[in-house]
């Protein structure tokens, strides 16, 4: 008994160590967490209801007013409604392109081929050199469109076609480097995936007579789901932090301004931030786990 008695006794101990250790190596991260990004995001807060001025002695000056500066953002400033018209096109036209292209590679990548391992490194290369301002300054030179690609005769029939088709095709077509760019992550996430799917199940749907079209609708894409959603999310995140968008260039820039200051800025940024989570909520609704794959899946 005593014996027994002192085993606990040292269990309780070695686990309090080993709990109070595993503590001691988050430390750097909460403390990181606090003053890093939770403080600075409340300071951002109050300065959006505020109006801000430097003072030499007394250092930043905040005046409240309010929503005044979430109104003058939203109805006032003509050029945040251009750069919001700009968001949502780049959220609802390039994204899917973009997570579809990537399933369309990674599945490619993903059969028996020679010089695979070759094309990864080939689409993942942009993802390390196309840098934020490496980005900006391709995109000032014109490096970033395919010249004279509205000169083939597919584009003077898509031009004759209604605007509502037209418009995105022509959209996409112009940036569809950005496609190649902004897809790395995306297709080495799904091609790890593809990976790990058991080939069992493609066998076995082969013997019972599925076509290849039938695996990849069937087998392929419901067992991807998850993984489609985290590339979706991903790329709606990278999209919104580029410098494609001219959000990031109006928070920079009427940061200092005189007139607007630190609190409009603020605004703008809080109200980008809700337009990503929007945008984020839209992705995981149509993505989400549907309870029948959630019931297979505990079934297994």
Not at 40 to 59: D, M, V
Not at 108 to 130: C, E, H, Y
Not at 175 to 180: A, E, S
Request: aromatic letters at 14%; glycine letters at 6%.
């Amino acid at each position: 008994m005593n014996k027994l008695y002192e085993f606990k006794q040292w269990f309780r101990k070695y686990k309090t160590k080993k709990q109070l250790f595993s503590l001691l190596l988050v430390c750097p991260w909460i403390a990181g967490f606090i003053f890093l990004l939770l403080i600075p995001l409340g300071q951002s807060l109050i300065y959006s209801f505020c109006t801000t001025r430097s003072s030499t002695t007394e250092g930043l000056l905040l005046t409240p007013v309010g929503i005044e500066n979430y109104h003058n953002v939203l109805f006032v400033d003509p050029v945040f409604k251009i750069n919001l018209g700009n968001f949502f096109r780049l959220m609802f036209l390039l994204v899917p392109i973009i997570v579809i292209f990537s399933i369309i590679i990674a599945v490619l990548l993903n059969t028996k081929m020679k010089g695979r391992r070759l094309l990864r490194a080939v689409f993942f290369l942009p993802v390390i050199l196309t840098s934020g301002p490496m980005l900006e300054q391709l995109q000032r030179i014109g490096a970033t469109r395919i010249q004279g690609m509205e000169t083939f005769f597919v584009f003077s029939f898509i031009q004759d076609l209604p605007s509502v088709i037209s418009s995105p095709i022509m959209y996409i077509s112009q940036r569809f480097v950005y496609v190649l760019w902004f897809s790395g992550v995306q297709i080495l996430v799904i091609l790890s995936a593809l990976q790990k799917v058991d080939g069992g199940i493609y066998e076995a749907a082969k013997i019972d007579g599925a076509t290849s079209w039938q695996s990849l609708f069937f087998i392929t894409l419901p067992i991807m789901r998850p993984f489609i959603l985290l590339t979706t999310i991903y790329t709606v995140v990278d999209i919104a932090g580029s410098s494609l968008n001219g959000m990031q260039s109006q928070i920079q820039s009427r940061m200092f301004d005189s007139a607007s200051g630190f609190g409009f800025s603020a605004a703008v940024s809080w109200l980008y931030f809700l337009l990503i989570i929007m945008c984020v909520l839209v992705a995981w609704l149509i993505l989400r786990p549907r309870k029948d794959e959630k019931k297979r899946r505990s079934y297994r």
